[in-house]
């Protein structure tokens, strides 16, 4: 096992090394920039796609899991300081060019070095830290949320009307459900002659949910899986390039 | 009257927002105190944890972030009541990086009451904080759960608290109470969890993604779910503790049929007044 | 031309072939490195098996085991219950009939007289230890189904794409959302505003990810051509290096290198709310005349959707997230509902290739559809083999 974990670990840092010295200076080069990605991509899928098959109890199957759960996090450590760099030089451009609204890129840079500062002083302990969490980032992510409640209803109004047939359908459901999620909807409910007192909106709406919701959408997820199964067997075989942008 | 409706039918949504706001704030403020109906989801999730014996270990994953929490954070508080009172531990885990905080919160607000006082940290609750990669996370509980997180959120060796003492993996615990707000939750506890170590899974989502779940109820490999804020509201209810979700549900039984109202209103203002410009 | 194309996908695959061939031959050492090791210590592996086998150290039976057996039916249940959950076997997903052939057996081998139930346990999970050891196998019997029906899918895939490049003419039906790109991005262009491509949340290990961006490569295309403004906000920086690449190259082969600005396509948050109210910020001061949100999304579908309405941009969603489509139907003017996403490269590049993959998916579907309903008929007369084989362990 230790032999396959050395050297797949040299293989990628020889490999990475060759990429960044070579890269830099054959940036043109075909093979560096498709082939070699590509015959990347496939060794790692297929290792993958083997390690499926392998019984769990087989120790290859927890070094495979083990190795590429590590180099996974590696990459993403590495992909983090390349987004960082990235928003921290746009503001700092933003601002020392004096561009539109530069002021708002004076507060992101600022609430980025304050907090990474707490964080990395306090860990998740600090004082300063947890206000930071509690008193700022808390309501201000509950805030984006919330907007979403406004953002139905006005959607709601401009999209749920009696267009077509299918439309139609589409309103008497969602009014349904949502009469059937809520007790006053049951209480208003029983209000209706006839219907009202022989069932309940609520177990109207979970039938609606259980039964025509769940059966459209496991057949969109079987669909959408057959197809993710196709486009990974592209992405691997390397029919699928334009996400080099070498479509055409 | 045409002319009416052809202002509703291009009614500027700052009136839809504003009647919004109202709809939101006047059930806080004079509570309708609606009656509250138990659903059979929420049942079964509440039975799972009412079976267990006082001294018995669950696995209590936050599995969301801050903006999910109006319809989570509740649903944690009446979980964490049932399980103080039945004098079950929790251990606290997460997939999601915000979990551990969210953890930390429900644990704070309900060590500040006078019933749970004597409730002790490391003894009926731990929060073991999050490791990245939520598939291998999971995975890993099944060998080992101190290997998975050898240390607790704030540092201390995971095994050194009297709650972990005797725990290795799903084995030694009762069941797993997952709170989901994502792809990382339920649905990760029950291929995994379930399916491959059998042990019992039930949770709690937002109610986007309760329909989700229901294959796995169906297939009985998820014993009960608790449906968002109206599900939270349930459980409180169930543990005798009107809260948050109780109050909240109130806010969308008023919200829910607003939205009728407009729905209706602009279906009313198109045939009268012809389609929208 | 066609025949140098031909040559160069051939080398393509040849050099896969190599490091398939590689990684296999990796696979076969490590695994004969691993029996080498435990052959070099046999005292070792012969003194743990001898262990393991009479006394059973580390297994455990449950206390609610420690009573006397008395062949009842119920003992039997409860003794499979917890065979079937024991640590030891835990990995090994036995079925319920595999746990009561153990059980069975070591009460056929053990002595009846004062026989316990926690001993019957013991020595069941010990012999399942044995019976299901599979630490030296290299398939997994339990996922020949998954390997079956893999093959089955990529077979027809791979005829079609070997039809496809024989120069057959393939059908692919009209996709209003794809059709509607170029008009968006030609109503964009006569306003003079930008056009603002959102690739979703997730990372590029996400296929519908990567299925977005091979759209914005046709986008950035049409733009270039256009000369019109590309904003691409990504909550990944592995997005943002791969959009700023494809939407580069889109520019290059266009001829307007010039007009391609890299601060454009920018990294904004992981967060996610934070990064809806950065996209959301974007929209309220740039207000794009056309929006393309393709790949993952989730709550912020709508926030996004009901933004971009409110600026009066044309809208195109796409996603296999099931829970959002709703959202994105009724605030966008197209959708791409899930797998519609996916063959957005084949529809775009016509490339018969990828055209075939589709048609062997389409096939794919289709034999799905006889499965289901072949299984509900066999399920209803009450025969369960059929359904039994397809649950995946």
């Not at chain 1, 409910?189 to 022989?198: E, L, Q």
Request: glycine share 8%; hydrophobic share 50%; net charge neutral.
């Amino acid at each position: 096992m230790a032999l396959f974990n050395g050297f797949l670990i040299v293989f990628f840092i020889v490999l990475f090394a060759a990429l960044i010295f070579v890269g830099q200076t054959l940036r043109t080069s075909q093979f560096l920039r498709r082939k070699l990605p590509l015959a990347f991509c496939f060794f790692m899928g297929v290792i993958i796609i083997f390690q499926f098959f392998i019984p769990p109890e087989n120790p290859l199957y927890k070094e495979i899991e083990d190795l590429s759960t590590k180099w996974i996090q590696i990459i993403s450590s590495f992909a983090l300081v390349i987004g960082l760099i990235s928003l921290v030089t746009m503001n700092f451009n933003k601002i020392s060019r004096k561009y539109e609204d530069w002021q708002y890129a004076v507060v992101l840079l600022l609430g980025f070095f304050v907090t990474t500062f707490y964080g990395l002083r306090d860990g998740f302990e600090g004082k300063e830290f947890d206000f930071i969490f509690n008193y700022m980032y808390v309501p201000m992510q509950s805030t984006m949320f919330s907007i979403l409640a406004f953002f139905v209803a006005s959607a709601a109004f401009r999209a749920f009307r009696a267009r077509s047939r299918e439309a139609t359908l589409l309103l008497t459901a969602a009014v349904i459900v949502m009469l059937g999620r809520v007790e006053l909807g049951s209480v208003l409910w029983s209000y209706i002659p006839f219907i009202g007192n022989y069932f309940d909106v609520s177990d109207l709406a979970q039938w609606i949910n259980k039964v025509f919701t769940t059966a459209g959408q496991r057949a969109i997820l079987l669909g959408a899986s057959l197809g993710y199964i196709a486009a990974s067997f592209k992405i691997l075989l390397g029919i699928e390039r334009s996400y080099f942008g070498s479509e055409e | 009257m045409k002319a009416f409706f052809t202002i509703i039918n291009n009614l500027d949504r700052r009136i839809i927002f504003l009647a919004m706001v109202v709809a939101v704030i006047w059930p806080l403020v004079t509570p309708l105190a609606l009656p509250v109906q138990i659903t059979p989801n929420t049942q079964s999730s509440y039975d799972v944890i009412e079976k267990l014996n006082p001294g018995d270990r669950i696995i209590l994953s936050f599995d969301y972030d801050p903006a999910s929490s109006p319809e989570l954070q509740p649903m944690a508080k009446a979980v964490m009541t049932h399980c103080y009172r039945k004098d079950v531990k929790m251990i606290a885990v997460a997939l999601w990086p915000q979990g551990p905080m969210m953890a930390k919160k429900a644990f704070e607000s309900l060590a500040g009451e006078a019933e749970f006082s004597g409730k002790k940290y490391g003894v009926d609750f731990v929060n073991l904080g999050v490791q990245p990669s939520y598939v291998a996370v999971v995975k890993g509980m099944g060998d080992s759960i101190p290997g998975v997180f050898p240390t607790d959120f704030f540092g201390s060796k995971t095994t050194d608290f009297a709650i972990m003492k005797g725990i290795k993996n799903y084995r030694d615990v009762a069941a797993i109470f997952s709170l989901t707000t994502g792809s990382a939750g339920i649905g990760t506890y029950v291929t995994i969890a379930n399916a491959q170590y059998k042990t019992t899974v039930t949770g709690g989502c937002t109610a986007i993604s309760s329909l989700e779940y229901y294959p796995y109820l169906q297939s009985k490999q998820l014993s009960g779910l608790v449906e968002g804020l109206k599900g939270a509201s349930e459980y409180e209810r169930l543990v005798k503790k009107p809260g948050l979700a109780t109050a909240g549900m109130d806010v969308q039984a008023v919200v829910h049929m607003m939205l009728i109202f407009f729905i209706l209103l602009a279906n009313l203002s198109q045939a009268i007044a012809g389609k929208q410009k | 031309m066609s025949r140098l194309k031909y040559n160069h996908k051939r080398s393509n695959y040849l050099l896969m072939f190599v490091l398939l061939a590689f990684s296999l031959l990796f696979a076969a050492g490590a695994a004969r490195a691993t029996g080498e090791a435990a052959l070099e210590n046999p005292q070792t592996a012969e003194v743990t098996a001898a262990a393991a086998a009479p006394a059973e150290p580390d297994i455990e039976a449950p206390a609610e085991l420690k009573i006397d057996y008395n062949g009842s039916p119920e003992q039997i249940k409860t003794l499979c219950e917890h065979v079937l959950k024991a640590r030891a076997l835990a990995s090994k997903d036995l079925e319920e009939t595999e746990a009561r052939a153990l059980v069975m057996d070591s009460l056929a081998q053990l002595p009846i007289e004062k026989l316990t139930l926690a001993q019957v346990y013991v020595h069941a999970v010990a012999l399942g230890e044995k019976r299901f050891d599979m630490s030296h196998n290299y398939f997994n019997p339990k996922r020949s189904n998954v390997l079956i029906a893999g093959i089955l899918l990529l077979s027809f895939i791979g005829y079609f794409t070997y039809h496809a490049r024989q120069g057959k003419d393939m059908f692919i039906r009209k996709i209003a959302g794809l059709s509607a790109i170029d008009e968006a991005v030609g109503r964009a262009t006569e306003m003079g505003k930008p056009v603002l491509f959102v690739p979703g949340i997730y990372d590029m290990d996400d296929i519908q990810t990567i299925a977005g961006v091979s759209i914005l490569g046709h986008v950035a295309k049409k733009t270039a051509e256009y000369e019109t403004n590309l904003l691409v906000p990504c909550t990944r920086s592995l997005v943002m290096s791969t959009s700023q690449e494809v939407v580069r190259e889109a520019y290059l082969k266009a001829g307007r290198i010039d007009s391609f600005k890299a601060e454009n396509i920018r990294y904004l948050t992981d967060d996610q709310f934070g990064y809806v109210a950065g996209v959301d910020g974007i929209m309220m001061r740039e207000k794009p005349a056309a929006n393309f949100y393709l790949g993952v999304f989730f709550a912020e579908s709508l926030i996004l959707a009901e933004t971009g309405h409110h600026v009066g941009a044309i809208q195109i969603a796409g996603t296999a997230m099931v829970h959002q489509i709703p959202f994105f139907v009724a605030a966008c003017d197209y959708t791409l509902i899930g797998e519609e996403l996916f063959a957005a490269s084949a529809y775009l590049t016509r490339e018969p290739m990828q055209l075939g993959t589709l048609k062997g998916q389409d096939v794919g579907k289709f034999l799905i559809i006889i499965v289901i309903v072949l299984g509900i008929v066999l399920e209803t007369c009450g025969i369960t083999f059929f359904s039994n084989w397809f649950i995946t362990h």
